[in-house]
Nanobody, 123 residues
Framework: QVQLVESGGGSVQAGESLTLSCTYTGDRFGANYMAWFRQVSTERRGVAAITFDGVTSYADSVKGRFTISRDDAKNTLYLQMNNLEPDDTAEYYC??????????????????WGQGTQVTVSS
């Protein structure tokens, strides 16, 4: 079992940048496949994902603005968010699984979730 803790959320103006971090501990193989999701109201959607060997995937709405990366030496997952927009306002969650997801943006494959960190973007 892997445990996840997010940090780095906050309030920014549109056009500014923010970097989220997610530290993982426990079973290292439980973090083979990791992703960022964001939730507005009750809807949680995939933002970006990364495999253990660095292959990345992005939602169309964030392509070219967000970058997902991982540093396994530091047991940390990152989400660099540039040119933020008000529509990016959400609670952001990191997620992890040991098995390759059928589709990275589906919630059900992920075995571990962080507690979330709030990002608020004002215009």
């Amino acid at each position: 079992q892997v445990q996840l803790v997010e940090s780095g959320g906050g309030s920014v103006q549109a056009g500014e940048s923010l970097t989220l971090s997610c530290t993982y501990t426990g079973d290292r193989f439980g973090a083979n496949y990791m992703a960022w999701f964001r939730q507005v109201s009750t809807e949680r959607r995939g933002v970006a994902a990364i495999t253990f060997d660095g292959v990345t995937s992005y939602a169309d709405s964030v392509k070219g603005r967000f970058t997902i990366s991982r540093d396994d030496a530091k047991n940390t997952l990152y989400l660099q968010m540039n040119n933020l927009e008000p529509d990016d306002t959400a609670e952001y969650y990191c997620a992890a699984t040991s098995k390759r997801p059928y589709k990275w943006s589906f919630l059900t494959p992920y075995e571990a979730w962080g507690q979330g960190t709030q990002v608020t973007v004002s215009s």
